[in-house]
């Protein structure tokens, strides 16, 4: 893939971004490194958050065609990656919970059909015999109404690394409280998916969409804030641009580059 910043390499961004981990520091955080189980005290350990790592799991690769395709609607593709991610080790789960998140993002038709598409494999998968991991329902019950609100907001305001506001939001209240009853609320409080992977389903769906190109660099910059490394975000990168398109992976790789170079002249 073409390297959108020929001044300086990814690897020098990251340097003078102060993103750089050690080598060997421990896994990721392990909602996404083994398939969810469906054992009450596996379900209590769902979601919570381990060391830093500078690699993504093999269920974390698998989340990113996954959204990448359903945001693009290419139906066969997404197929083709919700086999594959069941054989990676996501739960149904794990991945319902991505397609849900896409209507935020790409809509809800392409959410109900890649839902739709996602319910007719597993039907043929149990006509094989194939047993897939359920995984696990949230583990609290989610607020409504104005408390529901007040949770998305405090989840937005650590996501963004501050209060949201802006001209934009005095000329559309609607849309700030959508964000934050909606996304930020109802999808960001349902824990039996965390915030690493719902960050990557992110990036994933939104390389899918041409004309996001300032909400996917917004979102590289959620992702660190959200606690990947930008060794994995490098990694999604190429992961998008190997298995979904070049494309995908071009817009993902200038947003990241412009992430990291923003942040490594913040620090100068």
């Given at each position: 893939?073409?390297?959108?910043?020929?001044?300086?390499?990814?690897?020098?961004?990251?340097?003078?971004?102060?993103?750089?981990?050690?080598?060997?520091?421990?896994?990721?955080?392990?909602?996404?490194?083994?398939?969810?189980?469906?054992?009450?005290?596996?379900?209590?350990?769902?979601?919570?958050?381990?060391?830093?790592?500078?690699?993504?799991?093999?269920?974390?690769?698998?989340?990113?065609?996954?959204?990448?395709?359903?945001?693009?609607?290419?139906?066969?593709?997404?197929?083709?990656?919700?086999?594959?991610?069941?054989?990676?080790?996501?739960?149904?789960?794990?991945?319902?919970?991505?397609?849900?998140?896409?209507?935020?993002?790409?809509?809800?038709?392409?959410?109900?059909n890649a839902l739709n598409a996602f319910m007719q494999l597993l039907q043929q998968r149990e006509k094989l015999g194939i047993v897939d991991a359920p995984?696990?329902?949230?583990?609290?019950?989610?607020?409504?109404?104005?408390?529901?609100?007040?949770?998305?907001?405090?989840?937005?305001?650590?996501?963004?690394?501050?209060?949201?506001?802006?001209?934009?939001?005095?000329?559309?209240?609607?849309?700030?409280?959508?964000?934050?009853?909606?996304?930020?609320?109802?999808?960001?409080?349902?824990?039996?998916?965390?915030?690493?992977?719902?960050?990557?389903?992110?990036?994933?769906?939104?390389?899918a969409l041409p004309g996001a190109e300032s909400q996917l660099q917004s979102h590289m910059r959620i992702s660190l804030n959200a606690g990947l490394s930008a060794a994995q975000l490098q990694q999604?990168?190429?992961?998008?641009?190997?298995?979904?398109?070049?494309?995908?992976?071009?817009?993902?790789?200038?947003?990241?580059?412009?992430?990291?170079?923003?942040?490594?002249?913040?620090?100068?």
């Amino acid at each position: 893939m073409r390297n959108t910043t020929p001044a300086k390499t990814m690897q020098q961004l990251m340097c003078a971004a102060g993103l750089v981990l050690m080598a060997g520091e421990s896994s990721a955080q392990n909602t996404a490194t083994s398939p969810a189980a469906t054992s009450a005290q596996a379900c209590a350990a769902h979601g919570k958050s381990q060391a830093p790592s500078q690699v993504l799991s093999a269920q974390q690769q698998a989340i990113l065609p996954i959204a990448a395709f359903a945001a693009a609607g290419d139906m066969e593709r997404l197929t083709s990656s919700l086999q594959a991610g069941l054989e990676a080790g996501l739960s149904i789960s794990d991945i319902r919970e991505v397609l849900v998140q896409l209507y935020a993002y790409a809509g809800f038709p392409r959410s109900l059909n890649a839902l739709n598409a996602f319910m007719q494999l597993l039907q043929q998968r149990e006509k094989l015999g194939i047993v897939d991991a359920p995984g696990c329902p949230p583990s609290r019950a989610i607020v409504q109404g104005d408390a529901l609100r007040a949770a998305g907001r405090a989840n937005q305001t650590q996501l963004a690394g501050a209060p949201v506001q802006g001209p934009l939001f005095d000329f559309a209240p609607a849309i700030s409280e959508y964000l934050q009853s909606h996304l930020f609320g109802a999808i960001f409080e349902r824990d039996n998916l965390d915030w690493h992977s719902r960050e990557l389903a992110t990036v994933g769906m939104l390389s899918a969409l041409p004309g996001a190109e300032s909400q996917l660099q917004s979102h590289m910059r959620i992702s660190l804030n959200a606690g990947l490394s930008a060794a994995q975000l490098q990694q999604a990168v190429q992961v998008l641009d190997s298995r979904v398109g070049s494309a995908n992976g071009q817009r993902a790789n200038t947003a990241l580059a412009n992430t990291l170079a923003a942040l490594a002249s913040q620090k100068r």
